[in-house]
């Protein structure tokens, strides 16, 4: 019964080291031999009959660069009569390596001389892993909080240098040498706002636009562009999903990621080389979430970049992400290139993550969720609050194609719809028409008139009308460059048919109350 008993213990602590990948050993400082239990041999991927257990073959087992940190932690415990617990690197057989975490006590004889050693030892690569990721996403937080707030005031700092600069360059009189001068400063200002919107994506606080978007069709209106930016030596391939699921993201940013993907690729291919752009489907499970420390499980559409160039080496890929962070030569770089793809894919809710063999090419895979059903029915359908009842609105656009689509979107919202290309024609529709209640108007127009000059006269030939202003470029760079007046109503292109309709609804009531 005892040695049943006593069988019966052994089995279970075997079961609890398994299932908690915790190894226990014990060594007799007099004998000099060391006992390993089963899950120790697993830990090690060694067999016991392959394996003779001495401490010289444990410290062989022990990365190079680990070993003088188990000699000292084991010298220490013996002359110190103290415990250690350290982390150190393993070499498995077959060059795999792992991280474990060693405990031991050493058990002295009544004369105060060392007899026995014992302890645990602990498989922790994975938990090591998740740590070093979780602290990357505090460093990535903590970085994107600081420079969002810089960016924030660079921003008002660049506004009035590029605002005072426009002025010095209205009253130059002609000077072409000031004038030049005055020009250099407004591009270098104008770089400096570029590189101030990266730090927005990076940092997350940019303004995102998102929308249903279907990744082949983005791809495909963008290979036309990546060939004339990569040149000729580069040789673009793409491998799409027959079938991919919708995401909801802004597709202005996506294309602007994949473009500055496409030229971080081109510079590790200084000879050529191929670029393979893929898109699939992927689930990601609860396993591989719980692996990473910023991904949530779930149904996302997944882009991945390929390129054949000369790979990354390991300590840069570790700092890849990291803003201004570049291997480039001075002037060369920013290195808020993917930095700002990081920022627009975790402001997404998505995932983006590296893998890069030296020699061989890199490939970045980047996350977007899987648009939910609910978020395609806000994109197919308005509220009938802000539907239109018939109420007349003008657009003038010099984009035929554009205009097309402004026409169609308030005709389906419900209001009468006049058009014109230029200024002139829609100063002549408003001159010959009676009860126009908006001008829906781009800011520059082709014939030179601005959206500002047209609104002003309407304003005088129709009182009381409404003006809704569109453009290409943020609200921020419209008020500023235009001198538009303060409470306009400004759609920045691209937009939705609910954007429309919130912004008509908006002019509309303004003017009635």
Known sequence: RVEDDLRKSQQSLANAQRLTRLGSWDWNLVTNELYWSDETYRIFGLEPQQFGVTYDAFLEAVHPGDRDLVKNAVDKALYEKAPYSIDLRIVLPDGEEKTVHEQAEVTFDEDGKPVRMSGTVQDVTEQREVEAQLRQVQKMEAVGQLTGGMAHDFNNLLAVVLGNLELVEERLDGDPGLGELVARAIRAAERGAALVHRMLAFSRKQLLRPQLTDVNALIGGMLDMLRRTLGETIVIETILESDPWPTLVDPAQLESSLLNLGVNARDAMPKGGKLTIETANARLNDAYAAAQADVAPGEYVMLVVTDTGSGIPSDVLERAFDPFFTTKEVGKGTGLGLSMVYGFVKQSDGHVSIYSEIGHGTAVKIYLPRASQAAEMKEEEVPEELLGREETVLVVEDDPDVRTLAVALLSDLGYIVLEAGNGEAALD??????????????????????????????????????????????????????????????LEKPFRKTDLAEKLHAVLDAERS
Not at 441 to 469: F, N
């Open 429 to 490: 529709v408003l001159e010959e028409t009676r009860g126009i209640n908006v001008l829906l108007t781009d800011v520059v127009l082709a014939d030179g008139m601005t959206g500002g000059k047209l609104a002003k006269e309407a304003r005088r030939l129709c009182p009381g009308i409404g003006v809704l202003y569109m453009s290409g470029y943020t609200k921020d760079t419209i008020f500023h460059n235009e001198r538009l007046d303060d409470g306009e109503h400004v």
